[in-house]
């Protein structure tokens, strides 16, 4: 393991001012609740008071009758031609239930009213007659044989087609033998099951989409959301409606992390509209937002891992069930079995991954989805198996560690990785080295793992007459990427950074861009915009040749200078002498950078003190390391670090929903719903390492996510060693550290 020696770059690796910031700052940045129209209406939905239920019949006469009411919509506004409500598919039937309610909070009708107070007096008029049925509310309960049969027609895939089932996907992995390593004769082995709960992902901003409806058919939404292509994409499958007619203008976005991919109001709004002729905002209360939106699953997971007295670790095998709210979808066990063991070297394996449907609302992705659940169970048991060994955690994690040529979650070998350097540069580092002393105190630590999707992005670059550019991208910008690919923009065309103007455009004015999430936008779009900037180059190159009689093949470019024989000028100059006194110039960029690519990798320490009268955990110190590949923007990557240790200390110590038995859930306001304050965290130390990554042009690693999977563990860790008692449920509550603790001492 050697340290790879880093290029040296003029813009990338500095920390220039975010370009968005004076709009944000002085409230200039329009946001979701902020899009004004002239004559728009407001829309209120009226939501599902129980967990599951048929739906007899909706009566909304009275609310219709109500002066200033202009539009009501239920689930048959969505039946497709020729069809009935029981061909609605599962994601429009998300949004405005048909036959039935799957969770407490689903929509199931919705008012387009001349002000928010008479659309609400008119939602509370509407009927709805229902058969309420037994709720299912726990992952494995929900999997037994006599559980209430949430879907009639659900059938585990590829399991037996005549069992109804709760099931809806059994995903199986399996490498080597586990089961024959784990009971060799010097294994030691450590085994463990461990619960975690549905958790939200804390976005500051509810939902809000404005829409109109033309009579020619076209359809603006103008929407708080992480990708305006796919938002646009999913409103038409909706409404059965031309994506070709409908336009999404992205709005502002408050925090998304994987919140705010789904659709929820964009085709509720744009139905309103068509039925009121008027445009029509519909935003979401919090209550709405934890109720209606998508939390990540719940989760139940039994682990076991083998390891020779040495400290090699042989085996491991896992049972990992997840929930998905309300309705099939089959991928959040299945990114489990890809995850859970990433980060290390392990020759045998075996998972089993189970989606699970549940009378909650249907989950979405949390920043690095599937995998912060999967950490806080294995590496609980790689830090039990350190202390059974006998070997420090930090060094059988290091001996252990997934390096190039390991296999990866695919099962295609890694490229090059940095989980040994983040390992080395955590033992290394002042916090781990330094002691912690004092009663009812514990450090821990752990590793985490996330992918980092490429997929597609296009973007186009102008350049104006004075020698500066225009960046037009289709990302949403959640995390500063403006920045970032203004700042490799600039570093592949040789321009200063406030050369670049980037702007975030809508649908119809730019190529397709998939959705701001798995950390892609920096790494993926970010190869658009190299390939952009090369494109501009060659094109100015090409200019340049007739205004110097020379093949343009002569014409080299390095550093931001033209050059051929004894003639050379500046990106600024070339464009002063072409653009300035020619036709003017556009170029684009597209990319496809695939599904996985690379892998980004972190590792956690932080101490705590537990109370042992009141049961509350204090963070006392935490240090996060993560392998950036290069860090195009420092103070950027610093921030995801820090935000991503903040959320999982909130998911580790606090967060949670909380449902009484027939489904409601009882701390839908962040009054109840604790996500952590200034109080709760301390100054969050980051250590970035650099292993470039072989699969972008500068390097780049996605930092977005990797950042959430330690906290949860190494917490659970720290509570361990400050406490004698191995916590296997979240949150670790003062309620819940007192119970185990207690346990422990009767």
Not at 24 to 52: C, E, N, Q, W
Request: charged share 20%; aromatic share 6%; net charge negative.
């Amino acid at each position: 393991m050697t340290a790879p020696e880093k290029p040296a770059y003029r813009v990338i690796g500095t920390r220039p001012v975010r370009p968005d910031g004076i709009d944000k700052v002085t409230g200039r940045a329009v946001y979701g609740a902020d899009v004004r129209l002239p004559g728009m209406l407001r829309g209120i939905v009226l939501r599902s008071p129980h967990a599951h239920a048929n739906i007899r019949g909706i009566d909304a006469s009275r609310a219709l009758a109500l002066p200033g009411v202009k539009a009501v919509i239920t689930g048959a506004d969505l039946v497709p031609p020729g069809k009935t409500l029981a061909d609605v598919p599962d994601l429009a039937s998300n949004l405005m239930a048909t036959t039935k309610v799957y969770y407490r909070g689903q929509a199931v009708a919705a008012v387009a009213a001349t002000s928010e107070e008479i659309a609400r007096q008119a939602a509370r008029l509407i009927e709805v007659d229902y058969e309420v049925l037994p709720a299912v509310l726990d992952v494995r309960e929900a999997m037994l044989p006599a559980a209430p049969i949430l879907h009639a027609g659900l059938r585990t895939r590829g399991g037996d087609p005549n069992t109804q089932t709760n099931i809806i996907a059994h995903h199986v992995m399996a490498v080597g033998d586990a089961e024959a390593a784990m009971a060799g004769a010097d294994i030691v082995t450590v085994e463990g099951e461990f619960k975690t709960s549905m958790v939200h992902q804390g976005y500051i901003e509810p939902h809000a989409s404005t829409a109109t409806w033309n009579p020619d058919g076209q359809i603006t939404i103008w929407t708080s959301t992480q990708g305006s292509f796919p938002a646009r994409q999913n409103t038409s499958a909706v409404l059965g409606h031309p994506i070709s007619k409908i336009k999404v203008i992205p709005t502002e976005i408050g925090g998304g992390f994987g919140g705010k991919i789904a659709i929820y109001l964009e085709p509720v709004a744009a139905l309103l509209a068509r039925k009121s002729g008027k445009p029509v905002k519909v935003q979401m209360d919090r209550a709405d937002v934890f109720e209606a939106t998508g939390p990540t699953p719940g989760t139940s997971i039994r682990a076991k891992l083998g390891a020779t007295k040495d400290g090699r670790i042989v085996a491991a095998i896992a049972d990992m069930a997840y929930e998905t709210g309300g309705y099939p979808i089959a991928t959040p066990a299945n990114y489990a079995t890809m995850v859970a063991f990433s980060c290390y070297d392990i020759e045998n394996l075996k998972m089993d991954g189970w989606d699970v449907v549940v009378n909650k609302p249907r989950t979405q992705d949390y920043r690095a989805p599937s995998s912060p659940a999967a950490a806080f169970a294995i590496e609980q048991l790689v830090d039990e198996l350190s202390e059974k060994l006998g070997i420090d955690p930090l060094a059988l994690r290091l001996k252990n560690s997934a390096r190039e040529g390991t296999r990866g979650p695919m099962g295609m070998p890694y490229r090059r990785i940095g989980h040994e350097e983040c390992v080395q540069a955590a033992l290394d580092s002042d916090h781990y080295r330094s002691p912690l002393e004092g009663a009812n105190k514990g450090r821990g630590v752990a590793s985490g793992f996330w992918f980092n999707v490429g997929l597609r992005s296009s973007v186009s670059v102008t350049v104006q007459p004075d020698g500066t550019v225009s960046l037009i991208e289709g990302s949403t910008d959640i995390g500063g990427t403006r920045a970032s690919l203004a700042m490799q923009l600039a570093e592949t065309i040789g321009v200063a950074y406030e050369d670049v103007k980037p702007t975030v455009v809508d649908t119809d004015s730019v190529g397709y861009n998939d959705v701001t999430a798995g950390s892609r936008v920096t790494f993926g779009t970010g190869m658009a915009v190299v390939e952009a900037g090369k494109n501009l180059i060659k094109e100015m190159s090409g200019r340049l040749a007739g205004a110097w009689s020379v093949p343009p093949e002569e014409i080299t470019f390095n550093a931001g200078t033209f050059s051929a024989g004894d003639k050379s000028m500046t990106f600024k100059q070339a464009a002063e002498a072409t653009v300035g006194r020619g036709p003017g110039l556009t170029v684009s960029g597209s990319v496809n950078a695939g599904f996985l690519q690379g892998g980004g990798f972190a590792h956690h320490i932080v101490d705590v003190e537990v109370d042992p009268e009141t049961g509350k955990v204090q963070v006392l110190r935490y240090t996060t390391v993560q392998d950036a590949g290069t860090a195009v923007h420092p103070a950027y990557v610093e921030g995801q670090m820090q935000g991503g240790a903040a959320q999982g200390i909130g998911w580790a110590l606090n967060e949670e929903y909380y449902y009484d038995d027939n489904g409601r859930m009882a701390n839908s306001t962040y009054l109840d719903y604790r996500i952590p304050t200034t109080l709760d965290v301390p100054m969050i130390d980051t250590i970035i390492v650099e292993v470039p990554n072989p699969l972008h042009p500068y390097g780049v690693r996605g930092v977005g996510e990797p950042g959430i999977v330690p906290p949860l563990a190494a917490i659970a860790n720290a509570v361990y060693r400050a406490t004698g008692v191995r916590q296997h449920q979240l949150p670790m509550s003062p309620r819940r550290i007192l119970e185990t603790t207690d346990a422990m001492k009767a």
